[in-house]
């Protein structure tokens, strides 16, 4: 996909973040847009963006962890604009916990965004994407979809498995020669709400204390992310690392294999320590 002008793209997770940056790149390059989130006031403020920009876009509330709804969003998308070129699953959430203290409910509710809402927004889209003879598959996962963090382990599951998925179906779609591309994204750092709407926060120190120590830390802009990721799709690339802390994260596990862990968890075990004697503190 060389060019996205007049193509149609569909973009998860589009009330903010990632999603609402990817929305406005591609409504300055001519991209019409179909947009969903479950925030259904923040997806008004960006359709209303890409509007003045003078993209065509339609708006969706969705729940992507509803897989009937993500069928029927599919179809009504297909319905809208007689056909699809582009989808980004893009909608995310995350979660801070031992596998000790989470809960079933709050790791249930991970996967079933995070790694199902993926899988719903692959099938349900898959058949559309063949079919426009030039089609292309975003997944997003994670520098978490690259190694294992302790406190991480139900979004460790989430992106572990969304890589996996995204790399499978790669090569399922070049075997049977359909005309689509699929790439799978780990972004590194990115300066959105995503942890500040986080479950488990309050276990890493006072929340706002965390979040602020979460903006320093990241590096990247969402519209950066957004230009890195459709620059990737359009060379058609297999693995899209946003950030120079996802290629660190992405070269480690290269370098140093699994001993990794043996390295990551003292330091990990330092890190709380510190949390927790100055999380509190809101200087």
């Known amino acids: 996909m060389r060019s996205f002008d007049n193509k149609v793209a569909v973009v998860t997770g589009a009330g903010s973040g990632i999603g609402r940056a990817l929305a406005l790149d591609l409504a300055h390059r001519g991209a019409r847009l179909a947009l969903s989130d479950i925030d259904g006031e923040a997806l008004t403020e960006t359709v209303v963006l890409c509007e003045k920009i003078g993209a065509r876009t339609v708006s969706y509330q969705l729940d992507v962890s509803d897989r009937a709804a993500m069928y029927f969003h599919a179809d009504a998308v297909v319905s809208e604009f007689g056909r699809v070129n582009l989808v980004v699953n893009n909608a995310g959430v995350a979660l801070g916990a031992d596998v000790l203290d989470m ?3 709050d790791f249930e509710w991970v996967m079933n965004i995070d790694f199902w809402g993926v899988v719903n927004g692959s099938k349900a ?6 079919e426009s003879g030039d089609g ?6 994670s520098v978490f979809g690259l190694m294992g963090i302790p406190g991480q382990s139900a979004y460790n599951s ?7 998925f995204t ?5 399922e779609m070049k075997v049977a020669r359909h005309p689509v591309g699929v790439s799978c994204v780990h972004p590194g750092g990115i300066k959105t709400n995503i942890v500040a709407n986080a479950r488990g926060m309050a276990d890493l120190g006072d929340h706002d204390a965390v979040v602020r120590r979460f903006e320093q830390i990241a590096v990247t802009s969402p519209t ?12 058609n690339k297999p693995r899209i690392l946003i950030g120079p802390d996802a290629r660190l994260f992405d070269l480690i596990p290269r370098v140093v ?3 990794y862990q043996d390295i ?5 075990r330092i890190g709380r320590a510190t949390g927790a004697k100055f999380g509190s503190n809101k200087s």
Do not use: C, M, Y
Not at 136 to 141: A, F, I, K
Not at 158 to 164: D, L, M, S, T
Not at 224 to 235: D, H, Q, S, T, W
């Open 103 to 105: 809960t079933w409910d």
């Open 125 to 130: 889209f898959l058949p559309a994407l063949i």
């Open 136 to 141: 292309h598959l975003v997944n997003v996962s």
């Open 158 to 164: 989430a992106k572990f498995a969304v890589r996996g």
């Open 167 to 171: 790399e499978a179906l790669r090569q």
């Open 224 to 235: 950066r992310a957004a230009k890195v990721i459709l620059g990737g799709v359009e060379r």
């Open 257 to 259: 294999g699994p001993r």
């Open 264 to 268: 990551l968890a003292p330091l990990n």
